[in-house]
C-alpha cells in the first residue's frame, strides 16, 4: 500500500514560513515523480510544484515563484515543500502525490496522494 504522509501544516502570520513534508518509502520515492498541490475551500486542487522522481528537477506555479521551493531528503525519504513570504491566499490543505510522470498539473495524473495538512495565513 503506497503511503505519503503530509506534516508540517499550521497557523502562521501573514509574510512567515512554513515547511511541509511528505514522507514516503524509498520505493515510492525511486519509481514516482512527486507533486504538490492545494485545494482552498469551495476551489478546485491547484498544482503547486514537482519534484522530479531524481530529485534533480523541480518547478512551481507561477502563483508560488520566488516564494516556494520544493527539495527531498534521500536518507529520510522526506520531500519538502518550503514557503516563505506567505500571503493570506495561500491558505489551503497542502498535498503531496505521486505519479509517473514529471510536472503534470492536473491532479488526476497523480495516482497516490497524502492525507493533506492545512496551512492558514492570517493577515
Known amino acids: 500500500q503506497v503511503q505519503l504522509v503530509e506534516s508540517g501544516g499550521g497557523l502562521v502570520q501573514a509574510g512567515g514560513s512554513l515547511r511541509l513534508s511528505c514522507a514516503a518509502s524509498e520505493r515510492i520515492l525511486s519509481t514516482n515523480n512527486m507533486g504538490w498541490f492545494r485545494q482552498a475551500p469551495g476551489k478546485e486542487r491547484e498544482f503547486v510544484g514537482a519534484?522530479?522522481?531524481?530529485?534533480?528537477?523541480?518547478h512551481v506555479a507561477d502563483s508560488v515563484k520566488g516564494r516556494f521551493t520544493i527539495s527531498r531528503d534521500n536518507a529520510k525519504n522526506t520531500v519538502y515543500l518550503q514557503m516563505n513570504s506567505l500571503k493570506p491566499e495561500d491558505t489551503a490543505v497542502y498535498y503531496c502525490?505521486?505519479?509517473?510522470?514529471?510536472?503534470?498539473?492536473?491532479?488526476?495524473?497523480?495516482?497516490?496522494w497524502g492525507q493533506g495538512t492545512q496551512v492558514t495565513v492570517s493577515s
Open positions: 519534484l522530479s522522481r531524481s530529485g534533480t528537477i523541480t
Open positions: 502525490a505521486a505519479g509517473p510522470a514529471y510536472g503534470r498539473t492536473d491532479s488526476r495524473e497523480y495516482p497516490y
